[in-house]
């Protein structure tokens, strides 16, 4: 297994859309498994392909050690409202609130290749939807009011030349901790 680069704001394919995936490959799979060590690593709860330079859609997610893969992943179902902090492992130390629907139903398909269903609420509602957003090049500060996403650019632009040609390369990662902010956006 291998760890993955990881792409940062300003990178382009965080802003191309994904190609829906026809066949699951053996590729597929060792993607699949190189996006968890990066993850884990990277000490987060989701990794959508784009973030490590690559446009298939498909994602993973493991929140509360339910490590699951998403392929072709579809909100199908959403119910209320809540509001929650995010972080990108692509906008490091860059947080901020949004509003997204609590509950969700998702349509995936499974590295089996078969098609399945599942039902979310919580930071795993949350984290569904941030993964696929990423499949669809929408980032979480795209959902911040003008001057909390002002804010949140204005920490990122503070923080981005650590990352060149825009790559956090976690072997030399110069936020080790990932420790929540004293502020919020
Ligand atoms: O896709 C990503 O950038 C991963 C991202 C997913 C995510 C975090 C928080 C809310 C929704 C989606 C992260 O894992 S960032 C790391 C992080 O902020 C975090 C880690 C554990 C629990 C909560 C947040
Ligand atoms: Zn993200």
Redo the contacts with the bound molecule.
Sequence with gaps: MSVLDIRVLGDPILREDTKPVDEITESLRLLARNMFET?YL???????AP?VGRSERM?V?D?EDNPLVIINPEVVYTEGKAK????????PDV?GD?ERPAKVRVRAVGLDGKTFEIEADG?FA??L???ID?LHVKL?IDYLSVLRRRSALAKWAKEKDKYPGFIRRLEDDPTPN?E?PDEEL
């Excluded at 990277?42 to 959508?48: D, E, N, P, S, V």
């Design positions: 993850m990277a000490k987060g709860i989701g990794l959508a973030q994602a997610v929140v929650g902090e995010e972080g990108c492992l692509s906008i947080y949004v930071l949350r984290c939807q941030h993964e990423h979480f990932h929540h």
